[in-house]
């Protein structure tokens, strides 16, 4: 389902150029799991940035289902994305005077859902994230960890076929990281999800069916047949 080719992105700052990827070959089937590691600075949540198409690489091919995204305008990618990819991050970005049933259902308006339908569809994500009990709470009166159970019943409650995570379990202690992580593996098994996950924790990459190194812009993806 993705398909990159070649892929490097260079930043410029002043008369510095940095290639935070340098021409990343990589293939990830529908329904897989990637872990991804590496070094600070090594490139990856830069990576991220590019399945994702919040950026596009300076060259080379991010083919998602054949369509290069690096082609695509700036309109149609945000199509993609409000439709195709949902989004984990280590800070959970909350609308801090929405409810987490409103908070969950603002990733549906740009798809022209009807309220009532959203209202129905946000309820059912909290729901499958273990948050049924929580719909009318303001993030302020959630633990970090519903926070996050939050951020994911928002990135899925589209339905979306991609789940990019980084770095998700950053801001939780060590019992609300195995938390998130299962409310995250049982999403993926259950939806056929293509999830591709930065982590700097590595018992989650021992656990790892595929695990990308990313260092100084360069990948190595090794397959873990144990996991
Ligand atoms: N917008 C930017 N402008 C200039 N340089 C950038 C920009 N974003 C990232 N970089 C640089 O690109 C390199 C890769 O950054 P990236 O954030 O992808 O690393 P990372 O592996 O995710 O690191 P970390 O584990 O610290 O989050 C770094 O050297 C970083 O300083």
Same mark, same amino acid.
């Given at each position: 389902?993705?398909?990159?080719?070649?892929?490097?992105?260079?930043?410029?700052?002043?008369?510095?150029?940095?290639?935070?990827?340098?021409?990343?070959?990589?293939?990830?089937?529908?329904?897989?799991?990637?872990?991804?590691?590496?070094?600070?600075?090594?490139?990856?949540?830069?990576?991220?940035?590019?399945?994702?198409?919040?950026?596009?690489?300076?060259?080379?091919?991010?083919?998602? $289902?054949?369509? &290069?995204?690096?082609?695509?305008?700036?309109?149609? =990618?945000?199509?993609? %994305?409000?439709? /195709?990819?949902?989004? *984990?991050?280590?800070?959970?970005?909350?609308?801090?005077?929405?409810?987490?049933?409103?908070?969950?259902?603002?990733?549906?308006?740009?798809?022209?859902?009807?309220?009532?339908?959203?209202?129905?569809?946000?309820?059912?994500?909290?729901?499958?994230?273990?948050?049924?009990?929580?719909?009318?709470?303001?993030?302020?009166?959630?633990?970090?960890?519903?926070?996050?159970?939050?951020?994911?019943?928002?990135?899925?409650?589209?339905?979306?076929?991609?789940?990019?995570?980084?770095?998700?379990?950053?801001?939780?202690?060590? $019992?609300?990281? &195995?938390?998130?992580?299962?409310?995250?593996?049982? =999403?993926?098994?259950? %939806?056929?999800? /293509?999830?591709?996950? *930065?982590?700097?924790?590595?018992?989650?990459?021992?656990?790892?069916?595929?695990?990308?190194?990313?260092?100084?812009?360069?990948?190595?993806?090794?397959?873990?047949?144990?996991?």
């Amino acid at each position: 389902m993705y398909r990159l080719s070649g892929v490097s992105k260079r930043y410029r700052r002043g008369k510095q150029t940095i290639d935070a990827l340098d021409g990343i070959d990589l293939t990830i089937d529908q329904g897989d799991k990637l872990v991804v590691q590496g070094p600070t600075g090594g490139g990856k949540s830069t990576l991220l940035q590019m399945l994702g198409g919040l950026d596009k690489p300076t060259a080379g091919s991010v083919e998602l $289902d054949g369509t &290069d995204l690096a082609k695509l305008s700036e309109a149609r =990618l945000t199509k993609v %994305r409000a439709s /195709t990819i949902g989004f *984990v991050f280590q800070s959970w970005n909350l609308i801090p005077t929405l409810n987490a049933r409103e908070n969950v259902e603002a990733a549906l308006v740009p798809l022209g859902v009807r309220a009532k339908e959203r209202r129905r569809r946000a309820a059912g994500a909290l729901e499958s994230v273990g948050l049924g009990e929580r719909l009318t709470h303001l993030p302020s009166e959630l633990s970090g960890g519903q926070q996050q159970r939050v951020a994911i019943a928002r990135a899925i409650v589209k339905e979306p076929k991609v789940l990019l995570a980084d770095e998700p379990t950053g801001n939780l202690d060590e $019992d609300m990281r &195995d938390e998130i992580m299962a409310v995250l593996e049982s =999403l993926w098994r259950e %939806r056929g999800l /293509t999830f591709v996950m *930065v982590t700097h924790d590595s018992s989650i990459a021992r656990k790892a069916p595929r695990l990308a190194v990313i260092r100084k812009g360069h990948i190595k993806v090794s397959e873990n047949t144990r996991a």
